[in-house]
């Protein structure tokens, strides 16, 4: 049986975060100690390490519930597994075109301007004028 703080540790995930994942059903209520300490099994400790690196992948914490139940029935097709991380992926190269659209807007920004004052520096002038974008794009979010 393990700590919280060993758990953090182990998987790089904040204490805060793991009693989140715990009151949002991801990880199961952990037995305690006399102390009330929560105390964690090595089984645990996998599904955090599961849940952290979907997290590092992108996945939604609806897409991670989705995975993890799949996980927990292992003589399921993977089927679900797939069309889920297939999900992941469109959204991935979405990200991917955005951020591509931005970078070039970003060194289109760069290169007309003239490096004068800041009176006349093009980056604050389309920045305050978005008509002056040539690409459509929105707030990243990752």
Same mark, same amino acid.
């Given at each position: 049986m393990i700590s919280i703080g060993t758990m953090?540790?182990?998987?790089?995930?904040?204490?805060?975060?793991i009693r989140y994942?715990?009151?949002?059903?991801?990880?199961?209520?952990?037995?305690?100690s006399a102390g009330g300490q929560r105390r964690?099994?090595?089984?645990?400790?996998d599904r955090l390490s599961f849940i952290r690196h979907a997290r590092q992948l992108g996945f939604s914490l609806d897409?991670? $519930?989705? *995975?993890l139940? !799949?996980? @927990? &029935?292992p003589e399921r097709?993977?089927?679900?597994?797939?069309?889920?991380?297939?999900?992941?992926l469109v959204q991935v190269e979405r990200r991917i075109l955005r951020l591509q659209a931005l970078k070039t807007e970003l060194?289109?920004?760069l290169r007309e301007c003239s490096g004068d004052?800041?009176?006349?520096? $093009?980056? *604050?002038?389309? !920045?305050? @004028? &978005?008509?002056?974008?040539?690409?459509?794009?929105?707030?990243?979010?990752?």
């Amino acid at each position: 049986m393990i700590s919280i703080g060993t758990m953090s540790r182990r998987t790089g995930t904040k204490v805060q975060t793991i009693r989140y994942y715990e009151q949002i059903g991801l990880l199961p209520e952990p037995e305690r100690s006399a102390g009330g300490q929560r105390r964690y099994r090595q089984a645990d400790l996998d599904r955090l390490s599961f849940i952290r690196h979907a997290r590092q992948l992108g996945f939604s914490l609806d897409a991670i $519930r989705e *995975l993890l139940e !799949l996980a @927990d &029935h292992p003589e399921r097709p993977c089927a679900g597994a797939d069309s889920i991380a297939r999900r992941q992926l469109v959204q991935v190269e979405r990200r991917i075109l955005r951020l591509q659209a931005l970078k070039t807007e970003l060194e289109r920004m760069l290169r007309e301007c003239s490096g004068d004052s800041v009176a006349e520096c $093009r980056v *604050l002038e389309i !920045l305050r @004028d &978005h008509s002056e974008c040539l690409t459509e794009h929105e707030e990243i979010g990752c």
